[in-house]
C-alpha cells in the first residue's frame, strides 16, 4: 500500500524554524512529483511547494524566500524548511505525491498531515 508519513511539526515561535520530512512508501518515488500543502480550518488546501522529479521547483509566491522544499531520492523522503515563521503558517501541513502519464489515469496521494503551530 501507499504510504505518505509526515514528520517534524510542532509549536515554535515566530520568527523561529521548523524542517518538515515526509517519507513515501509503496512508490516508485523518483517517478513522482512531491509537494507541500496546508490547510487552515474554514479554508480551502493551499500550495506551499512542489518539486518535480527533476528537481525543479514552485512556490506560493508570498512564500518564496523563506521556505526551500527539496529531496532525497535515496530516502524516499522530501522536506519543507520553514524559516522566519509568522502566526499565519499556522496550519496542518500536508505531502502529496502525483504522477501524470500518457494514457494512465493521474495517480495522486496524501498523508495524514502534521500540525504546525506559530505562537509567542
Known amino acids: 500500500q501507499v504510504r505518505l508519513v509526515e514528520s517534524g511539526g510542532g509549536l515554535v515561535q515566530p520568527g523561529g524554524s521548523l524542517k518538515l520530512s515526509c517519507t513515501a512508501s509503496?512508490?516508485?518515488?523518483?517517478?513522482?512529483?512531491m509537494g507541500w500543502y496546508r490547510q487552515v480550518p474554514g479554508k480551502q488546501r493551499e500550495l506551499v511547494a512542489r518539486?518535480?522529479?527533476?528537481?525543479?521547483?514552485e512556490y506560493e509566491e508570498s512564500l518564496k524566500g523563506r521556505f526551500t522544499i527539496s529531496r532525497d531520492n535515496t530516502k524516499n523522503q522530501v522536506y519543507l524548511q520553514m524559516n522566519s515563521l509568522k502566526f499565519e503558517d499556522t496550519a496542518v501541513y500536508y505531502c502529496?505525491?502525483?504522477?501524470?502519464?500518457?494514457?494512465?489515469?493521474?495517480?495522486?496521494?496524501w498523508g495524514q498531515g502534521t500540525q504546525v503551530t506559530i505562537s509567542s
Open positions: 509503496g512508490i516508485i518515488f523518483s517517478s513522482y512529483a
Open positions: 502529496n505525491a502525483f504522477r501524470r502519464r500518457n494514457f494512465i489515469p493521474d495517480q495522486d496521494y
Open positions: 518539486i518535480s522529479s527533476g528537481d525543479s521547483t
